[in-house]
Every structure is written in structure tokens, then in C-alpha cells.
């Protein structure tokens, strides 16, 4: 790393031994009140998120959201086909074909259960996906940790703290001395690029 | 604890005592090489021969679909009164060993299985591409392939929707959802993986492609924490997804009023026996590759002991449905379905049959080597020497892979070939190109499994150094040598601390 101040600072990350010593130090970033930071760690580590003061995922409120739209769907799928109701007339003109198979009626709600089931899976996997890549920001191929050497390891076993420049607390000097007391090692300038 | 800083326990404490699932207590870094290996090391001779056998096998794919398509279905032995034969019972057979992989990564999930993290991506990998295999039977089978479509609910200028009330069309929905489910639940878990692997890339073009499959994946927590949310959602909406794709399979069947087809147990049945069969290929394909790539120490002797007793579970459950089916067939006074059991598969050709007047039926050796295979085969498991030498394991388990094809095709088959009519009764034969389109899907799963285990990691590694030890955040390292001591000195304070307790309640109570 060049010391050389061309490049905007992102922000100081430090490493850390253990997943144990990950979770104290996180801790201790989150009572300092701290709030534009991050852990990166090879795999979830249980118990984080409330180290780190997160509040619960809000991903599956996306995954409700595609269930409503998949039974919606579906719903309104068999009722079209299966219904020559004045409205769906006017909706689908002349691709409407109410199909009778053995003198049933059109539309019964237990025939229709695994459309009505698979339907709403195939969208909650969409809107769970979605929700996933909308709140965690993927995919970006890029990011300003990825220019710190060390940061490799955070897919293998390094585990790491980042607190970035942009933090209200942060200053230089104080963010420094504060990531090696808590036990960082390495403590390093990130630069954006 | 051989290092003599263990804390005193009983002496047959290890009797009890749980094994670790990573043995030899390998540390992450271990991990992550012995599996990024696989994909960075040049590939081994043994890969090269057999991903050419395999891929020579899997040509034959494409290869019998151009002939069907340009010639016609008829080239498939099928007729009537068979009128699906060989391409609905390998449509069947794939679909249901697709169903071991999802139990594995949803279910074992959902159930916290911690054993799972080792196994579930390759198991995810079967499923994906025996789902692949099993869609190209019923796609082909139409016989007609333009017109494919029609099976869309799409507005067309024909006027025609597809008939919701049909269970083929529950199928269309039923396996779609599946595939994509499956493909996307296995994708999500990979990419934590893919960026090891883009992580640890000397070679510019290979990090560029493993970093647009690990899209910008930096392990933060900020993501781990939405990532984990998702995956728990996919695992949830999976576990009922997979449990109705075989029932749907099964109602192809149970709705029809063909005797032998016409039966409630079939959906519960047919899951059993779908997770069974899967199982078996799961163990099929990991005991090579477990040796192959020098894995034991992630893919343990515990694993494969699991997977046995699972077998073995859903076995049982299977040679109780089996009889359960025939018990209900002689039960229920329907002469037709009895008719369909005794006749036509335990079809005794030779006593009973001849004697009453009836022709010998073509297909008993199909029954009853689906009852040797599925039903006795398993019983092995009951031993441990039977679920704890890998190689045992893998000769056992051929019973299940072999058996739960002959499953299918004597449900669809031998229910078939004599219905209600006599003179309509007929009698199917295998063409060659049944034989080798059926070959071809085998040749092509392998060839596939072969490609994965070269370019993906076959290891789940990010879920394995989850359940090491040191994962946990509030694990403390080695214990130190005073250990011993401080644990007596924690046990007497414990019984002291109990025994004033007792003293107290015994005061309250007095």
C-alpha cells in the first residue's frame, strides 16, 4: 500500500485472529457508535449481526411479496382460461377458451391447488432472489476493499473489520489506535480508486 | 485429547462422545486448498478418460432426439396398449433422484443437520442435471416437438389453453418450478465459493470468470446477514416444493382409472421412494469422488453411515408401501386391481396363472427384481460394518439405483399391457433406440457431474468452516495445561453451589 494521498481514503481495516475475536471487537466498534462499517469474515458468523447492531433482514418481506404476486398469477391465470365471464371477455377478447373436460365446471378451486402452490414458489424464489441482490447490493464486481492486498483471505480464513472514512467519528489518527486496541492487526489505509 | 491437557472424563466418555464433522482437525486454510485444488490443479488422467467415455455416451442424446424428431415416436418400442413405456419410466426414475439433493440442502437445513455442509453441493449438482435428463422424456415424447408450447399457458391464435384440470400440465409446472428453484437455490450457495476461487486466481481470464460468477461477493456481514435470510427462505419454500413434485409425478398416474395406477398411496410413495433412490445416487457419486479427490476427512465415514440409515429408513417406508398397495388390491374386492397384482406382476407365470386359464404374464422377473433390489437390498443398513465401509456401501446401493427403475417401469408397464380387455392385451419390447437414448442420459448425468467437479467447487467451503469448532465465536481456544485443574475446581464449585441449593429447598420446604 502507497501511502501516497492521490487517492480518496475509504476508510482503515484491520485484521483480526479468530471468529471470536471478530465478534468482541465488533462489539466494541458498535458501543463506540460506529455506523459506517463492516465485518468480512469467510462464513456467516452466528450471533453477528447483533454484535454488529443490525437489525433483522428485511429480504423476506421481498419473498412474501412474490408469493402474493405467484397466487395472484395463478389465480388470475385459471380464471381466464376457465371462465367466460363478461369481464374476462373484455380482457382477453377473442384469445378467451373457456376449455369443459367432462362436463365440469370451469373453474374449481381443488384441480387448481398445485398451480395455485407451484406458482407462488416460483415467484417467492424471484422475489427472494431479488430481495437478496436488492438489500445486499449484489452484484457489484467492484468495491474499494478489493484494492487492500490483504483482503484476499476474507474467502479462505482472514477475518476482517472496515470502518470507512465517511463515518462521522472517523478520524485518521483516533480510527487507527482504536482498530489495533481492540485487538486488529495490520491496520491498513484502504483507498478508493 | 491426545495431548495430555484434556480435561478428566470417564473413561468410555468417547462412546458418547460426538464425532467431529471434519476430522483430523484441519483448519480453514486446510478447507479451502483441498477444495479450490480440485478446480485449480490441472486435471488428472482418470478425468480425461472418463469425462471422453462419458461424453461419447451422452453424444447419444442428441444424436437418438434428431432421429426421433425427424422420423417420428414411433421409433420408441411404445404402443398400444403401452402407450408409455421406457420414456415416462426414465422421466420418472431421473426426476426422482433429483429429489435427494434438495432434501439434502433444504430439509437437513431446515432440520439443522449440520452433517449436510460437506454433501449438499454436489447433491444439488445431481439434481440439477437429473432434473435435466428427466426433461427431455416428456418434452420428446409429444412427438411432435413444435408444437412443445402448447403445454404454456400462452394466448394463442388457436384460442386453446392448456387444460388446468389435467395433472400432465400440474406436471409442467411442477417440474419448471423445481428446475428453477433448484438452479437458483444451488447458485445462491455458490457464490460465496466462487469468490474463493476468484480470490485465489493467479490467471487474469480465470479471475475474471469466477468473479462474475462470485458477483462482488466480499463476505461482508452486512451481505451475510441478507444472504442467510434468503437462503433460509429458499430452504423453507423447497422443502414443501420438493415433497409436491413427486405427488404431482405420482397423480400422472393415481388419477387415471387404469387398475395398478388408480391408488391414494401413491403420492406419500412415490416421495419415499423418490428420496430413496436419490440417496443411493448421492452415495454412488460421492464414495468415488470422496477417494478420487483424497476428501475423507470432510466427506467422513459419519457421512456415509447417515446416508446409509436414510436408505435404509426410506427403503422400509417403500417395502411397506409395496405391500401396503398389494394388501389393499386383494383388500379392497376390486377383481380388476387384484388382477393387476397377482397377474401381472407377482404374476406367479408358472402355478396359479396356467391353471386358471390365464397366459402366463411377461413381466414377473421385473417385480421381483424391484422387490429384491428395493426391499431387501437396504436391509444391509441395519449393520454398521454394512453403512461404515464405503465400498460395501457403494456395491449395496446399487440395489436402490438399479431397483427404483425397475419400480417405474413395472408400475407403468405391467399396469398397462392387460387392462380390462383381453383382446387388447399386448406386450412391450424395448427398442435399440429406447436402449440408447436411455444409455445417453446416463453417459450425459456423468458427463456433467464430471464437469462440475473439475470446474466448481465440490465442496461446500464457506458451510463446512461453519460448523468447525472455531467457527463459533464463543469458542475458546486449546485449553490451557492448568485446565485439568480449573475443572475440578468448576466442578466443586458446582456441587457446592447445587448442594447449598438443595440445602435451601429442603430449609424452604421444612
Known amino acids: ?193 | 485429547m491426545a495431548d495430555g491437557t484434556a480435561i478428566p472424563t470417564h473413561p468410555e466418555a468417547h462412546l458418547v462422545a460426538r464425532q467431529p464433522l471434519v476430522l483430523n482437525r484441519r483448519p480453514m486454510a486446510w478447507i479451502t486448498d483441498h477444495v479450490a485444488r480440485i478446480v485449480e490443479d490441472k486435471s488428472k488422467m482418470w478425468w480425461w478418460i472418463a469425462t471422453l467415455i462419458a461424453g461419447s455416451i451422452a453424444a447419444l442424446v442428441p444424436i437418438q432426439l434428431v432421429y426421433l424428431v425427424s422420423t417420428g415416436v414411433g421409433v420408441w418400442g411404445l404402443n398400444h396398449p403401452v402407450g408409455w413405456a421406457w420414456d415416462i419410466t426414465n422421466f420418472v426414475f431421473w426426476i426422482g433422484i433429483g429429489h435427494a439433493g434438495t432434501l439434502i440442502s433444504a430439509i437437513l437445513f431446515l432440520t439443522r443437520q449440520r452433517w449436510r455442509t460437506s454433501i449438499n453441493r454436489s447433491a444439488e449438482a445431481m439434481t440439477i442435471f437429473a432434473v435435466i435428463c428427466a426433461g427431455i422424456f416428456p418434452a420428446f415424447h409429444v412427438g411432435r416437438l413444435w408444437m412443445v408450447w402448447f403445454l404454456a399457458p400462452a394466448p394463442n391464435a388457436n384460442v386453446i389453453w392448456p387444460n388446468f384440470k389435467s395433472p400432465l400440465l400440474w406436471d409442467v409446472f411442477a417440474v419448471s418450478t423445481y428446475f428453477t428453484v433448484s438452479l437458483i437455490f444451488w447458485y445462491i450457495g455458490l457464490i460465496p465459493d466462487f469468490a474463493t476461487i476468484r480470490d485465489r486466481a493467479k490467471d487474469p481470464i480465470r479471475k475474471f470468470i469466477y468473479g462474475l460468477l462470485a458477483v462482488g461477493w466480499r463476505g461482508s456481514n452486512r451481505q451475510w446477514s441478507h444472504y442467510e435470510k434468503a437462503y433460509l427462505v429458499l430452504a423453507g419454500i423447497s422443502t414443501p416444493l420438493v415433497l409436491s413434485v413427486h405427488s404431482v409425478v405420482s397423480f400422472d398416474f393415481a388419477t387415471s382409472v387404469i387398475p395398478g395406477w388408480h391408488t391414494t398411496i401413491f403420492p406419500p410413495y412415490f416421495v419415499a421412494g423418490a428420496i430413496f433412490g436419490g440417496f443411493a445416487m448421492v452415495l454412488t457419486l460421492l464414495i468415488p469422488c470422496r477417494w478420487l479427490f483424497g476428501l475423507q476427512d470432510l466427506v467422513t465415514t459419519k457421512h456415509i453411515d447417515n446416508m446409509c440409515k436414510i436408505v435404509l429408513l426410506t427403503g422400509t417406508i417403500v417395502g411397506y408401501a409395496y405391500m401396503m398397495e398389494l394388501f389393499i388390491a386383494w383388500y379392497s374386492g376390486n377383481p380388476y386391481e387384484w388382477h393387476a397384482f397377482l397377474r401381472n406382476r407377482i404374476a406367479d407365470p408358472y402355478i396359479i396363472g396356467p391353471a386358471a386359464g390365464v397366459p402366463p404374464a411377461p413381466y414377473w422377473w421385473a417385480y421381483w427384481s424391484m422387490m429384491f433390489c428395493n426391499v431387501i437390498v437396504p436391509q444391509f443398513f441395519w449393520f454398521k460394518p454394512c453403512r461404515q465401509n464405503a465400498w460395501l456401501a457403494l456395491i449395496l446401493v446399487m440395489g436402490p439405483n438399479i431397483g427404483m427403475w425397475f419400480e417405474r417401469f413395472v408400475i407403468i408397464v405391467t399396469s398397462l399391457h392387460r387392462d380390462f380387455m383381453p383382446g387388447a392385451w399386448g406386450h412391450f419390447v424395448p427398442t435399440i433406440n429406447d436402449i440408447l437414448l436411455f444409455s445417453g442420459t446416463i453417459g450425459l448425468f456423468v458427463f456433467l457431474f464430471l464437469l462440475f467437479v473439475r470446474f466448481f467447487p465440490m465442496i461446500t467451503m464457506f458451510e463446512v468452516k461453519a460448523v468447525l469448532p472455531e467457527a463459533d465465536p464463543h469458542h475458546h481456544p486449546a485449553p490451557r495445561p492448568d485446565a485439568g485443574h480449573n475443572a475440578g475446581a468448576i466442578q466443586a464449585d458446582v456441587r457446592s453451589i447445587l448442594g447449598a441449593r438443595d440445602a435451601k429447598a429442603k430449609g424452604g420446604r421444612a
Not at chain 1, 87 to 104: D, E, H, L, T, W
Not at chain 1, 144 to 172: C, H, K, Q, S, Y
Request: net charge negative.
Open chain 1, 1 to 193: 500500500m502507497s501511502p501516497a494521498p492521490q487517492h480518496r481514503l475509504y476508510g482503515f481495516a484491520a485484521e483480526f485472529a479468530s471468529a471470536a475475536d471478530l465478534y468482541h471487537a465488533a462489539e466494541k466498534v458498535r458501543d463506540k457508535g460506529f455506523r459506517r462499517w463492516d465485518v468480512h469474515s469467510p462464513y456467516p458468523i452466528h450471533g453477528m449481526d447483533d454484535a454488529m447492531g443490525l437489525g433483522r433482514s428485511r429480504v423476506s418481506l421481498f419473498s412474501l411479496l412474490g408469493a402474493a404476486t405467484g397466487l395472484s398469477l395463478a389465480f388470475l391465470m385459471i380464471c381466464l382460461a376457465g371462465d367466460d365471464h363478461g369481464i374476462v371477455r373484455a380482457i382477453m377478447g377473442n384469445f378467451n377458451y373457456p376449455i369443459i373436460v367432462a362436463g365440469k365446471t370451469p373453474f374449481d378451486i381443488e384441480p387448481s391447488v398445485p398451480i395455485f402452490f407451484e406458482l407462488t414458489i416460483l415467484l417467492t424464489a424471484f422475489g427472494t432472489v431479488f430481495g437478496l441482490l436488492a438489500l445486499g447490493r449484489i452484484p457489484q464486481l467492484h468495491h474499494p476493499m478489493f484494492n487492500w492486498d490483504r483482503f484476499d483471505r476474507v474467502t479462505d480464513d482472514g477475518f476482517f473489520i472496515a470502518i470507512r472514512a465517511d463515518d462521522a467519528l472517523f478520524d485518521e489518527a483516533e480510527t487507527r489506535q482504536f482498530l489495533e486496541s481492540i485487538g486488529g492487526t495490520g491496520v491498513s489505509r484502504v483507498e478508493e480508486d
